[in-house]
């Protein structure tokens, strides 16, 4: 498992190093990931890897994750309450953009896989 963390790690210290170095708008896990996707795109781990693993480990508390926003909201809450409408806005819109790219994504999909 460590290996496995270590890719990881590894990921999101590439995506962090390309971020500085080329003045990228985008957060550095956010690249680490896409170069975590592409290499596991690459190269399949087999099913016991030490990546496999400790991911599964990692998902069974990715509620913890939820933790500091929810502690973020009632500090602030007054900040958020003066902020109602627009925040409600946004998170609709979001949820709106997020909905409907997970929807084109399952129709590319399903037409990539009956196409093959």
Same mark, same amino acid.
């Not at 990228?24 to 170069?35: A, D, F, S």
């Given at each position: 498992?460590?290996?496995? *963390? *270590?890719?990881?790690?590894g ?5 962090? #190093?390309?971020?500085?170095?080329? %003045?990228?708008?985008v957060?550095?896990?956010? /690249?680490? *990931? &896409?170069i975590?996707?592409?290499l596991?795109?690459?190269r ?9 693993? @400790?991911s %599964?480990? *990692? +998902?069974?508390?990715?509620? +913890?994750?939820? @933790?500091?926003?929810? #502690?973020? @909201? ?5 900040? /958020?309450?003066n %902020?109602? &409408? ?13 909905? /409907? ?8 999909l ?5 196409a093959?």
């Amino acid at each position: 498992m460590l290996n496995g *963390m *270590m890719w990881l790690l590894g990921c999101q210290l590439v995506g962090e #190093v390309l971020v500085r170095s080329l %003045d990228l708008p985008v957060p550095g896990p956010v /690249v680490g *990931m &896409v170069i975590l996707f592409a290499l596991l795109q690459w190269r399949r781990p087999e099913t016991g890897a030490g990546l496999l693993r @400790i991911s %599964d480990r *990692m +998902l069974r508390h990715l509620q +913890l994750l939820f @933790i500091p926003p929810g #502690v973020g @909201i009632v500090a602030y809450l007054g900040a /958020v309450r003066n %902020d109602a &409408v627009p925040i409600t806005g946004a998170l609709l819109v979001s949820w709106l953009a997020g909905l /409907v790219a997970v929807a084109l994504l399952v129709v590319l999909l399903t037409r990539r896989r009956s196409a093959s």
